[in-house]
Nanobody
Framework: QVQLVESGGGLVQAGGSLRLSCAAS????????MGWFRQAPGKEREGVAT????????FYEDSVKGRFTISGDNANYALYLQMNSLKPEDTAVYYC????????????????WGQGTQVTVSS
């Protein structure tokens, strides 16, 4: 059974940075494509970034290209999302996902989900 637990969310000013972490059970990072999604109030959950199993390739949604970086740490069973130059429109609950299609852009594209972590960017 795949278990995913996110951490690292919080309140940050516009222009600041945060790093989200996702603790994954077992060999999830090696076995599955994984992704980060976000859901703002009143909006659908959307894919932000996807990484192939083993970390060979990454994909980013246009609005975060050049600002966000997805990475995996196989040794520590962890997935990360480094978020720089944050904007108020990045405010959302961020979810870690595994068992994803390539790339993962909608909730139907991933099988396993974490519980989410809140990111709030103030202007």
């Amino acid at each position: 059974q795949v278990q995913l637990v996110e951490s690292g969310g919080g309140l940050v000013q516009a222009g600041g940075s945060l790093r989200l972490s996702c603790a994954a059970s077992g060999s999830t990072i090696d076995r599955y494509n994984m992704g980060w999604f976000r859901q703002a109030p009143g909006k659908e959950r959307e894919g932000v970034a996807t990484i192939r199993s083993g970390g060979a390739s990454t994909f980013y949604e246009d609005s975060v290209k050049g600002r966000f970086t997805i990475s995996g740490d196989n040794a520590n069973y962890a997935l990360y999302l480094q978020m720089n130059s944050l904007k108020p429109e990045d405010t959302a609950v961020y979810y870690c996902a595994a068992g994803c299609q390539w790339p993962a852009t909608t909730v139907r594209d991933c099988r396993y989900w974490g519980q989410g972590t809140q990111v709030t960017v103030s202007s």
